[in-house]
């Protein structure tokens, strides 16, 4: 959650577009500037990630979105076992 609040505060971009804001309510939903959106939480039944995206432009804007969210994720060391996929 932190390093995606860190990319919307040095102004990094998500699938080429502005991130417009990071909500941290159940997670952190990156915003972007076209109302295209990726979400990565908690599962609420499995000790797993999830990560939902949605685009408003494409389908491929909404891969993008999910490979940009899955680059921040692997990053992170404290994550362990990790295999969403689209």
Same mark, same amino acid.
């Given at each position: ?22 909500? &941290?309510? /159940?997670?952190?939903? =990156?915003?972007?500037?076209?109302? #295209?959106?990726?979400?990565? *939480? @908690?599962?609420?039944? &499995?000790? /797993?990630?999830?990560? =939902?995206?949605?685009?408003?432009? #494409?389908?491929?804007?909404? *891969? @993008? ?22």
């Amino acid at each position: 959650m932190q390093k995606l609040v860190a990319k919307h505060e040095a102004g990094d971009t998500f699938a080429g577009r502005a991130i417009k804001e990071v909500v &941290t309510v /159940n997670g952190a939903r =990156v915003i972007l500037d076209n109302g #295209s959106w990726g979400l990565v *939480r @908690a599962s609420s039944n &499995t000790p /797993n990630l999830v990560v =939902v995206c949605e685009s408003s432009q #494409s389908e491929a804007e909404m *891969r @993008a979105i999910f490979a940009d969210i899955d680059a921040v994720i692997r990053t992170e060391p404290g994550v362990g076992d990790y295999d969403q996929t689209i």
